[in-house]
């Protein structure tokens, strides 16, 4: 399986702005769909963002739609998550995710959260004054 290691986490004020990196390892990002879940405390896990590399569809849910990007480096073999105009119900844990199944990256996608292969270990987001 591939191995996933997120970063880019940490504090930032409301209206703010945080980029997350994935970084994977094991295999070729092309060969996969990648994600982002996020999970607040005492909420369930929900689907951010997901992009299907093989040919570079995206899709997001629709709390996110206009504020949030996802995007790839294959040359890096990494994902991005741009997370623009944050505001405090964003703060949560946010979890990359992967599969070589590129379909499990489609409009549905959040609700195969559990199904994808490969998680990473998560990193915090914070946004607070």
């Known amino acids: 399986q591939v191995q996933l290691v997120e970063s880019g986490g940490g504090l930032v004020q409301p209206g703010g702005s945080l980029r997350l990196s994935c970084a994977v390892s094991?295999?070729?990002?092309?060969?996969?769909?990648i994600g982002w879940f996020r999970q607040a405390p005492g909420k369930e896990r929900e689907g951010v963002s997901c992009?299907?590399?093989?040919?570079?569809?995206?899709f997001y849910e629709e709390f996110v739609k206009g504020r949030f990007t996802i995007s790839r480096d294959n040359a890096k073999n990494t994902v991005y998550l741009q997370m623009n105009s944050l505001e405090p119900d964003a703060t949560a844990v946010y979890y990359c995710?992967?599969?070589?199944?590129?379909?499990?990256?489609?409009?549905?996608?959040?609700?195969?959260?559990?199904?994808?292969?490969?998680w990473g270990q998560g990193t915090q987001v914070t946004v607070s004054s």
């Open positions: 995710v992967g599969d070589r199944r590129l379909f499990m990256c489609n409009s549905d996608f959040a609700v195969l959260g559990s199904d994808f292969a490969s």
């Open positions: 094991g295999s070729t990002l092309q060969y996969y769909a």
């Open positions: 992009i299907r590399n093989s040919d570079g569809r995206t």
